[in-house]
């Protein structure tokens, strides 16, 4: 069975830092792609950052040069380390990963960005 269990997130101040952390279990985890969602009050679902089992990623043009996604093989765990914080940012950020043709998600870490 698929698990992704996420952890790291919470309150920040503007201009801060969080580092959000995503345990997968199971063995393709080198061979999926992983991402991160997240979700305002109000507002869809959206596509944070990518990771491709080459190592190639992508982000979402609001988070650029601001978030990124990184993952540790060894340890099945993927990253969203996210700088410069905005209030704007404030989501419940979703695990997701695809694996074997199937979608996979987390159940969720809150972030707040607020002063």
């Known amino acids: 069975q698929v698990q992704l269990v996420e952890s790291g997130g919470g309150l920040v101040q503007p201009g801060g830092s969080l580092r959000l952390s995503c345990a997968a279990s199971?063995?393709?985890?080198?061979?999926?792609?992983m991402g991160w969602y997240r979700q305002a009050p109000g507002k869809q679902r959206e596509l944070v950052a990518l990771?491709?089992?080459?190592?190639?990623?992508n982000y979402a043009d609001s988070v650029k040069g601001r978030f990124t996604i990184s993952r540790d093989i060894a340890e099945n765990t993927v990253y969203l380390q996210m700088n410069s914080l905005k209030p704007d940012d404030t989501a419940v950020y979703y695990c997701?990963?695809?694996?074997?043709?199937?979608?996979?998600w987390g159940r969720g870490t809150q972030v707040t960005v607020s002063s």
């Open positions: 199971g063995s393709t985890f080198s061979i999926s792609t």
């Open positions: 990771i491709f089992s080459s190592g190639t990623t």
């Open positions: 997701w990963q695809r694996r074997g043709g199937s979608n996979y």
